[in-house]
T-cell receptor, first 114, second 112 residues
Framework: ETGVTQTPRHLVMGMTNKKSLKCEQH?????MYWYKQSAKKPLELMFV???????ENNSVPSRFSPECPNSSHLFLHLHTLQPEDSALYLC?????????????FGQGTRLTVV | GESVGLHLPTLSVQEGDNSIINCAYS??????FIWYKQESGKGPQFIID?????DKRQGQRVTVLLNKTVKHLSLQIAATQPGDSAVYFC???????????FGAGTRLFVKA
């Protein structure tokens, strides 16, 4: 148990569906992240939130919409996805300082777009 | 551009042997480096880190070496066990920043 919980663990959705991924961290960290992990690519950073404010959007298509209502919760809203969006979506948190800090990852949501 | 890459995509070792996983990075401004382990069905898990003012750091059965001259990072696992079988990622970041760059990963197989 890393202190970062993601739900659901598995999700199958059609291209016209709307769904949301949820992440919650119980570590009191100030930063939260969404990463995408697919079979042939390294971990790709999608979004970063620092104290609820978005600080990074790595050119992610608008069909992915993040939401961070407070520093413990992070959502990823999905809308009209494509089959190539099928991947493992990982949430992470860290307590960032000027010196840098490691991230704590959730177990991920395995997303399949059909 | 910035990149972190691994020299070997797979590594197979005998149980009890030592393992060495290598990583190259290209961003000279990176000053914080992390190794993660990812087991099947789980998210990456922190193993050990090192800052740029050090060239070696030891943990329990693991050692990370940093060579800034050639921008090289390695993870050494002593007395490798079956439970060490996983994908290992190196990662780099600049202190004070939020962007972590991950390498492609190396899959470690431990033969009993």
């Amino acid at each position: 148990e890393t202190g970062v919980t993601q739900t659901p663990r598995h999700l199958v959705m059609g291209m016209t569906n709307k769904k949301s991924l949820k992440c919650e961290q119980h570590l009191g960290h100030n930063a939260m992240y969404w990463y995408k992990q697919s079979a042939k690519k390294p971990l790709e950073l999608m979004f970063v939130y620092n104290f609820k404010e978005q600080t990074e959007n790595n050119s992610v298509p608008s069909r992915f919409s993040p939401e961070c209502p407070n520093s413990s919760h992070l959502f990823l809203h999905l809308h009209t996805l494509q089959p190539e969006d099928s991947a493992l979506y990982l949430c992470a948190s860290s307590q960032e300082t000027i010196r840098g800090a490691e991230a704590f990852f959730g177990q991920g949501t395995r997303l399949t777009v059909v | 551009g910035e990149s972190v890459g691994l020299h070997l995509p797979t590594l197979s070792v005998q149980e009890g042997d030592n393992s060495i996983i290598n990583c190259a990075y290209s961003n000279s401004a990176s000053d914080y480096f992390i190794w993660y382990k990812q087991e099947s069905g789980k998210g990456p898990q922190f193993i050990i880190d090192i800052r740029s003012n050090m060239d070696k750091r030891q943990g329990q059965r693991v050692t990370v070496l940093l060579n800034k001259t050639v921008k090289h990072l390695s993870l050494q696992i002593a007395a490798t066990q079956p439970g060490d079988s996983a994908v290992y990622f190196c990662a780099e970041k600049q202190g004070g920043g939020f962007k972590t760059i991950f390498g492609a990963g190396t899959r470690l197989f431990v033969k009993a």
